[in-house]
T-cell receptor, first 113, second 112 residues
């Protein structure tokens, strides 16, 4: 049973527009969420995270929103750039998990010039 | 430069052979992790280690083995018992006070 779900396998946006990547989770124990970016044949790179005590965290062009009641988080990238084209993974964890992250299957973002 | 190294980048083996993937980190992290990624799939946890000389099975440990004799090193052996060993293998490490994990560049293993 997937505890972290990214229901959109792919997303295409125009350069300069906003990209919104979505993630849903089922385990109410999760209290920390992370987004990773991955290029083909490379390891994932940590992007941004959010604790469950917050509902928003911002870092430059990247903002993550958390809706605990809906068990939903989203990553906003604005403005989108061609270099943002990659696979984005959502991950979740909680205090008693020994630091283990549960990953979604990823969303492939394509930003067209 | 601090980071995680995995070698080699590409590895080819014949079916029935054991193969060991290397992972080294100089970030002084206590925890280290091995994941496997298959096309269209997320990252699945194979093994993890929170401290030297101790490690635990992840979700898909069957057919794999690990050791953690040094803080910096966490090698993964893919044994002949692993039914579908061809995959992209990723090693990661994490500090004690943070949930963020930092990944190496990965090793693509092809078994024929």
């Amino acid at each position: 049973d997937q505890q972290v779900k990214q229901n959109s396998p792919s997303l295409s946006v125009q350069e300069g527009r906003i990209s919104i990547l979505n993630c849903d989770y089922t385990n109410s124990m999760f209290d920390y969420f992370l987004w990773y970016k991955k290029y083909p044949a490379e390891g994932p790179t940590f992007l941004i995270s959010i604790s469950s005590i917050k509902d928003k965290n911002e870092d430059g062009r990247f903002t993550v929103f958390l809706n605990k009641s809906a068990k939903h988080l989203s990553l906003h990238i604005v403005p989108s750039q061609p270099g943002d084209s990659a696979v984005y993974f959502c991950a979740a964890t909680y205090g008693g998990s020994q630091g283990n992250l549960i990953f979604g299957k990823g969303t492939k973002l394509s930003v067209k010039p | 430069d601090g980071g995680i190294t995995q070698s080699p980048k590409y590895l080819f083996r014949k079916e029935g052979q054991n193969v060991t993937l290397s992972c080294e980190q100089n970030l002084n992290h206590d925890a280290m992790y091995w994941y496997r990624q298959d096309p269209g799939q997320g990252l699945r946890l194979i093994y993890y280690s929170q401290i030297v000389n101790d490690f635990q099975k992840g979700d898909i440990a069957e057919g794999y083995s690990v050791s953690r004799e040094k803080k910096e090193s966490f090698p993964l052996t893919v044994t002949s018992a692993q039914k579908n060993p061809t995959a992209f293998y990723l090693c990661a490490s994490g500090g004690a006070k943070t949930y963020e994990q930092y990944f190496g560049p990965g090793t693509r293993l092809t078994v024929t």
